[in-house]
T-cell receptor, first 115, second 112 residues
Framework: EADIYQTPRYLVIGTGKKITLECSQT?????MYWYQQDPGMELHLIHY???????EKGDLSSESTVSRIRTEHFPLTLESARPSHTSQYLC??????????????FGSGTRLTVV | GENVEQHPSTLSVQEGDSAVIKCTYS??????FPWYKQELGKRPQLIID?????GEKKDQRIAVTLNKTAKHFSLHITETQPEDSAVYFC???????????FGQGTTLQVKP
């Protein structure tokens, strides 16, 4: 079944480490998004992509970077993790078309804790 | 940028009662109005959406109404059940980017 997958599900890492959060989808969608969410709080858009080699920063400033070399993958990287990066990171994809026939499909998220 | 506000931030109802959550937005270019449900520890799930050329949409016990002039839309849940307990987010969007701006969420508790 076509879906969107995020790994790892949980990650505890020390300050200063470099980490990459994986997001992959088997839906063939061009548009993908990364949101940051503290538990029970609103989702903040941090990065998005319209397709291969397209990446844009979202509305919330983030020290992370993203890449989109293949349609299926949209990884997010933190070069030097800090405790302030502790949060949940949600990846999402949207079907094609400008008329919003369907909403986002979210991955299960990565809960990151930086100690 | 888009300013999105949800009210109330928390809502507690008895099972069987109705619940209404209102979302106010600022961007007049918004043309897509979804509601997401997020249960504890799970991913947000789209439960209902509406486009700007429609004033109301219903799907069984849930409905969404839109007042584009006043820039607000509301989620209505009738005959609430304990499994409706979750955090609900509105996320108005616009344009070809597909960017959705999420409200701060409303925690709904349905008491048995």
């Amino acid at each position: 079944e076509a879906d969107i997958y995020q790994t790892p599900r949980y990650l505890v890492i020390g300050t200063g480490k470099k980490i990459t959060l994986e997001c992959s989808q088997t839906m063939g969608h061009d548009k993908m998004y990364w949101y940051q969410q503290d538990p029970g709080m609103e989702l903040h858009l941090i990065h998005y992509s319209y397709g291969v080699n397209s990446t844009e920063k979202g509305d919330l400033s983030s020290e992370s970077t993203v890449s989109r070399i293949r349609t299926e993958h949209f990884p997010l990287t933190l070069e030097s993790a800090r405790p302030s990066h502790t949060s949940q990171y949600l990846c999402a994809t949207k079907p094609p078309g400008s008329h919003f026939n369907y909403g986002y499909t979210f991955g299960s998220g990565t809960r990151l804790t930086v100690v | 940028g888009e300013n999105v506000e949800q009210h109330p931030s928390t809502l507690s109802v008895q099972e069987g009662d109705s619940a209404v959550i209102k979302c106010t937005y600022s961007d007049s270019a918004s043309n897509y109005f979804p509601w997401y449900k997020q249960e504890l520890g799970k991913r947000p799930q789209l439960i209902i959406d509406i486009r700007s050329n429609v004033g109301e949409k219903k799907d069984q016990r849930i409905a969404v109404t839109l007042n584009k002039t006043a820039k607000h839309f509301s989620l209505h849940i009738t005959e609430t059940q304990p499994e409706d307990s979750a955090v609900y987010f509105c996320a108005p969007g616009s344009g070809n980017t597909g960017k959705l701006i999420f409200g701060q969420g409303t925690t709904l508790q349905v008491k048995p």
